[in-house]
């Protein structure tokens, strides 16, 4: 008998999963709570289900074929050194390089320092051997242009046989910075530049539609797609204003994403960008083609502290990216946000994409989301979305307008405020810096520290990390020295007291304030004598329901008597007028302010 015939009795012995089934299950596992319970809403205002249908016949979001190019970033100030770094990054296994300029939209306080250093670092580098480069420019970028052109002349390269994504990048550079985009007289003279590499031989990737600037300034997924549509648009209009077909106009133009730890909402969005150009192609009777994706993964997931954390931060982009798309991603590497990353930070960074496309073969399958009823939910409510904004913009006289008024940029900062508030409460998690943090982290070794970024401009998109607040208030805790210190004032045994204690350091220490910890303790007396032993300022009370409603006012009484400014683990409830009369400051919770508190701690410890 076959292997599949005698497989078949045992599958067939299983009663198949039905939504009824899955329902029962869940209604079980909640306890009486409601099944909305499970779903969450994103930023962009949609809510997403715990459970969907499969679906069918929906358009593919396909890729130009094959794998993803590995593009490592190149990011030395110095163009000897920096090419020092690309070519170990091309011997080790990346077949492509994403090369940044300081002052580019994807500098992050590096990149090559000027123009002449282009030459410098890509010494030895074979442009023409089917390798993928990505040029992160600067607003004024005539000069490297023209550092490029001198470096393709001087080789005898075919331009045309090149894959270079040149990007030049006036919108969303100038959408960072802040700076004045007079669209009337930018506009043409980004065509120009456009016409004159264009008659050099450079066909594709002349400029680029980059959306980063919206991710890393806090905003939402179709906040980012409706830049990158209108960014993209408003180049396509220039371009067959000086005089280009529709066709070698769109080819002009590349496109950038960033990828963050959003596993489904990543994948869904360069899904969607896809989907959403296309529409914009048939809309000038063109037939849709493939366009060229890049993926970068995000500034703003990155944390300075535990920052090893980064590197499943960055996997999780990665894949995302990949399997909705991009044609070539670079990661950031996992110390990115505290210097200049060294030799190993590159190797993990590269790596990170080498074992998902060789040893898991994520690139083997065109558009292997297909069909989830969950991915492509997303993908259309993102479609719908970032539609919906970007006819707004339009309505508003197209991207530069929008900038100009201050309209786009108010709507992203409503978006990362909101984005903050989950932060600070820890709706939203950062591991290693609102959650789980390690005081005792060892430091990693960079080439060189990361330099202050300048004030932002009031109109800028600036970017920022989202663990910014937090890694604030370990600066300031270890400021001097003397780490502050809160006491667990642990009340009765251990099974009792050791989830809210748990709770409880991984509270403070994310402000800096090391918890103390001990066995617990039987009375309140025991306690305010381990108290008055610690030498600490603070105390948290820790332990279960039962216990307070038995000893806890007796406890808080005691501990503040001992001195301690008292914090008490869970929520007040009906007693807080009591925990309060006892000497009780605040208490700590799963939604509380963790921000604010931690910030009133430091001051008192």
């Known amino acids: 008998m076959a292997a599949s015939e005698q497989a078949a009795p045992f599958v067939d012995s299983f009663a198949p999963a039905t939504e009824e089934l899955w ?242 909402l990543t994948l869904a969005k360069f899904r969607a960008l896809r989907r959403l150009w296309a529409g914009v192609e048939r809309a000038c009777g063109l037939e849709a083609k493939p366009i060229r994706v890049h993926g970068e993964t995000a500034w703003r997931m990155l944390t300075r502290r535990d920052p090893w954390v980064n590197l499943l931060r960055a996997t999780v982009a990665v894949f995302s990216a990949g399997l909705g798309g991009a044609d070539s991603i670079s990661v950031l590497p996992f110390t990115q946000a505290i210097g200049l990353p060294d030799a190993f930070a590159r190797r993990l960074a590269r790596n990170t994409q080498l074992v998902l496309l060789e040893e898991s073969n994520l690139g083997k399958v065109a558009d292997p989301a297909a069909g989830s009823g969950g991915v492509e939910t997303l993908t259309d409510s993102l479609v719908e979305q970032g539609y919906a904004l970007f006819q707004q913009i339009e309505q508003a006289g197209g991207i530069a307008k929008a900038l100009e008024n201050g309209a786009f940029q108010a709507e992203v900062a409503k978006t990362a405020a909101e984005r903050a508030k989950n932060v600070a409460r820890r709706k939203d998690p950062l591991t290693g810096a609102s959650e789980f943090p390690d005081i005792h982290e060892k430091p990693v070794t960079v080439l060189l520290p990361v330099p202050l970024a300048p004030a932002a401009a009031p109109k800028a998109l600036a970017p920022h990390r989202a663990a910014e607040a937090f890694e604030a208030l370990r600066d300031l805790a270890e400021a001097s020295g003397a780490r502050p210190k809160i006491f667990l004032a642990n009340l009765g045994p251990v099974a009792a007291f050791t989830a809210r204690a748990t709770f409880a350091k991984n509270f403070f220490e994310a402000g800096g304030v090391e918890a103390l910890g001990n066995d617990g303790f039987p009375n309140a007396a025991a306690l305010a004598e381990g108290f008055k032993a610690s030498g600490a300022k603070l105390a948290v009370l820790c332990s279960s329901d039962a216990v307070y409603a038995e000893q806890g006012i007796e406890a808080a009484k005691a501990l503040t008597a001992a001195g301690a400014r008292l914090y008490v683990a869970g929520r007040a409830g009906e007693l807080e007028a009591q925990w309060r009369a006892a000497g009780a400051h605040d208490f700590v919770f799963v939604g509380s302010d963790v921000l604010a508190q931690l910030r009133e701690a430091l001051k008192e410890a």
């Open 23 to 264: 329902r029962k299950k869940v209604e079980a596992a909640l306890k009486g709570a409601p099944l909305e319970k499970l779903r969450t809403r994103t930023y962009d205002g949609f809510e997403i289900e715990p459970l969907y249908a499969r679906a069918a016949h929906k358009p593919r979001a396909f890729r130009a074929g094959g794998d993803w190019a590995v593009t490592a970033r190149v990011d030395h100030p110095n163009g000897a050194a920096a090419n020092e770094l690309a070519l170990s990054e091309l011997e080790n296994g990346a077949n492509g390089l994403h090369v940044v300029f300081a002052g580019s939209a994807g500098a992050y306080g590096f990149g090559l320092k000027d123009a002449a250093a282009l030459a410098l670092a890509l010494k030895d580098v074979h442009l023409d051997a089917g390798l993928r480069v990505v040029l992160d420019l600067p607003a004024e970028s005539a000069a490297h242009v023209a550092a490029l052109l001198d470096l393709v002349a001087s080789r005898n390269y075919d331009p045309s046989k090149l894959d270079i994504s040149i990007g030049l990048n006036p919108i969303a550079t100038a959408a960072a910075s802040g700076a004045a985009l007079d669209w009337a007289a930018d506009g043409p003279k980004l065509a120009e530049q456009a016409k004159s590499l264009a008659a050099k031989g450079f066909k594709s990737g002349l400029i680029v539609a980059d959306g980063r600037v919206v991710h890393a300034a806090g905003g939402s997924p179709a906040q980012e797609l409706a830049f990158t549509l209108a960014s993209g648009l408003a180049a396509l209009r220039a371009l067959e204003a000086a005089g280009f077909s529709l066709d070698d106009a769109r080819k002009a133009i590349d496109f950038r994403l960033a990828a963050d730890a959003d596993e489904f």
